[in-house]
């Protein structure tokens, strides 16, 4: 019998959950139809693979569009082509936005403004707050919601939980998994005075590590009284990673590229503000331990905490300076340079950025590639090297603290729900972003 598909991307190796070996997909109807050899079959397009890696779509867990009220940085729509241009098929996106993300009104808001003008598919995180725990069980149910995030260390944006009395109220009515910034408030307040004007090297010296794994420590132990279950946010120290390997029952962790990649002082004394971010990127020993935690199975997922300034605001004199980096179109080159340096496996990487969300977030048929699911699909060169520009950054902030550096390995191809959006360095499909589902958000 002559199968017929609407797409069939020809003699790719495609990374699946048996492995990587050359094969056919079929695409119907945006779903995966069939893998493997369908040399008799028929389509309306046939994409030639041959000598490229199709992976799962990549999702980043962590972005911060920016959309509403501080449209001057980036917007829905910048910001999910700069997703798509790196790769990315589909964002979770955070509530510190103007007004901020932690009402029905605001977070209906967001979807509607998502919806066919992403060019990724998206969840939005609602904000945990003092004053709306009495609707965040309703809240983390919401179509398109990717659960609860809360700050209990102050970064970009007015919300701020800091204390133990308040968190406790939030996690006695959640349910699903809720995600954390996790930096004490009260020793950050102490340590100001520990930051140098004009100094950035200064920034992980104020949010130093003690900082970090206080506050972790914290939400481990109301989780674990609670019954319920923890994210954190972009691990920045030694210590979180060998604290949190004895806590992995209540306990999940991300780690971006930035904290994998970058090291201080050298970053500060190289790109002064550009590589200011909450929590700091730390020393060497540091980020060293991180990629243990990468090794060990430690850290559960990759989230770039894409988080855009204007290059004019990066440029006031620090601390005014304002903390973030973009990130979700540099994700995928910058870990697949880690991954040909033999500092991950491709598999793993494929763990870290679609299986390991999926499995983490119960998100419905995304994160492989299997008959059923949505045919989303990270296309790279493992071999092809290029050098990461500002001016190839599609983001409304135009730059980059990757500028000038020479990668291997490039994201050619990203398909969205069958759908082919960008493909060797150009946009080619208008943008048809939809929210993500998740198995504890379906709907009769």
Same mark, same amino acid.
């Given at each position: ?21 050359? +094969? ?24 030639? *693979? ?43 996106? &955070? ?14 808001? %967001?979807? =509607? ?31 398109? *919601?990717?659960?609860? =995030? ?7 944006? /007015?919300?701020?939980?800091?204390? #133990? ?10 349910? +699903? ?13 102490? +340590? =100001?005075?520990? !930051?140098?004007?004009? #100094?950035?090297?200064?920034? $992980? ?42 806590? %992995?029952?209540?306990?999940? *962790?991300?780690?971006? $590229? ?5 090291? /201080?002082?050298? *970053? ?56 973030? &980096? ?6 995928? $080159? ?71 550096? !020479? ?38």
């Amino acid at each position: 019998m002559n199968q017929r598909f609407d797409t069939i991307l020809k003699s790719g190796t495609v990374v699946n959950q048996d492995g990587e070996a050359i +094969r056919d997909i079929g695409i119907s109807n945006g779903r995966i139809a069939a893998i493997g050899g369908l040399g008799q079959a028929s389509a309306a397009e046939t994409i030639d *693979c041959k000598g490229l890696h199709i992976l799962p779509g990549v999702i980043d867990t962590q972005v911060h569009f920016r959309e509403p009220g501080l449209t001057q940085k980036e917007d829905l729509e910048t910001g999910s082509r700069s997703a798509v241009m790196g790769g990315v098929t589909a964002v979770f996106e &955070m509530p510190n936005t103007d007004p901020l993300t932690v009402t029905e009104a605001t977070f209906s808001d %967001k979807i =509607k403004r998502a919806h066919h003008r992403m060019h990724c598919d998206f969840a939005f995180f609602i904000g945990g707050t003092r004053d709306n725990v009495a609707d965040l069980p309703e809240l983390e149910r919401a179509p398109g *919601c990717a659960g609860v =995030k809360v700050f209990i260390g102050s970064s970009t944006g /007015a919300l701020l939980v800091e204390d #133990d009395e308040s968190l406790r109220r939030i996690f006695a009515v959640i349910k +699903r998994r809720a995600a954390f910034h996790a930096e004490d408030e009260y020793r950050l307040n102490e +340590r =100001k005075s520990l !930051r140098i004007e004009g #100094d950035p090297r200064s920034h $992980p010296v104020w949010r130093d590590e003690t900082a970090a794994l206080m506050a972790t420590q914290r939400l481990v132990n109301i989780a674990r009284e609670s019954g319920k279950r923890i994210h954190v946010l972009h691990i920045s120290t030694k210590q979180e990673i060998d604290y949190l390997r004895d806590h %992995k029952d209540v306990a999940s *962790c991300e780690a971006t $590229p930035h904290h994998l990649t970058l090291v /201080a002082p050298e *970053c500060y004394e190289r790109l002064g503000t550009h590589a200011q971010m909450n929590p700091p990127v730390r020393s060497a020993d540091h980020r060293d331990r991180i990629w243990y935690g990468i090794e060990q199975g430690i850290i559960d997922v990759l989230g770039s905490d894409h988080a855009p300034h204007t290059l004019e605001e990066k440029a006031k004199t620090y601390p005014a300076s304002p903390s973030g &980096m973009t990130g979700v179109q540099t994700l995928v $080159p910058v870990m697949l340079d880690h991954v040909n340096a033999g500092r991950l496996s491709l598999a793993r990487f494929v763990d870290l950025s679609s299986a390991g969300p999926a499995r983490l977030y119960n998100i419905t048929t995304k994160g492989r590639i299997a008959a059923g699911y949505d045919a989303d699909f990270t296309v790279v060169d493992l071999k092809r090297s290029e050098t990461i520009t500002n001016k190839w950054v599609a983001s409304k902030a135009g730059w980059t603290p990757y500028d000038g550096m !020479r990668v291997t390995g490039w994201p050619v191809g990203t398909f969205v729900r069958g759908k082919r959006v960008m493909w060797q360095g150009e946009l080619t499909t208008p943008s048809t972003g939809e929210p993500v589902r998740f198995l504890e958000t379906l709907t009769a």
